[in-house]
């Protein structure tokens, strides 16, 4: 019985294209292409970005100088390079001229690994990584990882373009509340 069933299906088989030995198939046999795409480990570069504007010379270079005062922990210019109107409303007014927890309540954020919401101290950063730059609709929303020695958060801030005749004036903003 098994030898019936096993000749059955053979027959079967060969009466598919491309499965008897004296198939004449017009079906080409599959080939490789001729480039490797690249690996999913190298790094490529992300398509162009028709039509959004791309951050000027000037948001880099604040981005910069923002970057280098969190790294040496230069509270006085990390507070000097937050938005005039913000650091009115939140540090003088809120805050109560409370510097230390002004700076420290920037750097807020989701958490990179895991889910949840935390703070790490100015005086805790370890690393800070620019993920991210886009323009909005009230200046450039800048995306960072920051991390300390036990976690890593998603910082996002925007920095306003302030204009009063030709002089234009950049600002960070953070979290309001």
């Known amino acids: 019985m098994k030898m019936v069933i096993a000749t059955s299906i053979l027959a079967s088989l060969m009466l598919l294209p491309g499965c008897s030995k004296e198939s004449t198939s017009s079906t080409p046999a599959p080939t490789l292409p001729e480039t490797t795409p690249p690996s999913r480990s190298q790094a490529t570069q992300p398509p162009a970005t028709k039509g959004k504007p791309q951050p000027t010379q000037d948001i880099l270079s604040f981005l910069a100088r923002f970057e280098q ?13 937050t938005d005039a109107e913000y650091r009115k409303n939140q540090h003088d007014s809120l805050l109560k001229g409370n510097t230390v927890q002004f700076i420290d309540g920037l750097f807020c954020g989701n958490l990179a690994q895991a889910k949840g919401f935390a703070c790490i101290t100015l005086a805790q950063i370890k690393t800070m990584e620019r993920l991210h730059v886009s323009k909005s609709t009230q200046g450039f929303e800048v995306e960072y990882k920051v991390s300390s020695a036990t976690k890593a958060i998603i910082c996002t801030w925007v920095v306003k373009i302030r204009s009063s005749g030709s002089l234009k004036t950049l600002g960070l903003e953070g979290a309001s509340g």
């Open 69 to 81: 005062a969190v790294g040496a922990k230069q509270v006085k210019t990390i507070l000097a390079l």
